[in-house]
C-alpha cells in the first residue's frame, strides 16, 4: 500500500466511526421519544454500516 492509500483507508474509517456514533445517538432520542419501531431500523442501519 502507498501512503495515499492508508491516508484514504485512514479517512475512510474515521468518517465511518463518526457515522456510527451519530446513528446512536439518533436511535437513542427516537427511543426517548417513544419511536422504538424507527429506533430500532436505525440501529440495524447502524450494524450495516459497522
Same mark, same amino acid.
Given at each position: 500500500m502507498n501512503t495515499?492509500? *492508508?491516508?484514504?483507508l485512514?479517512?475512510?474509517m474515521q468518517t465511518t466511526?463518526?457515522?456510527?456514533s451519530e446513528?446512536? !445517538? *439518533?436511535?437513542k432520542e427516537l427511543y426517548?421519544?417513544?419511536?422504538?419501531?424507527?429506533a430500532k431500523i436505525v440501529s440495524? !442501519?447502524?450494524q450495516e454500516v459497522k
Open positions: 495515499l492509500s *492508508i491516508f484514504i485512514k479517512e475512510t466511526g463518526i457515522i456510527i446513528y446512536n !445517538l *439518533i436511535a426517548k421519544l417513544g419511536h422504538e419501531t424507527k440495524k !442501519l447502524t
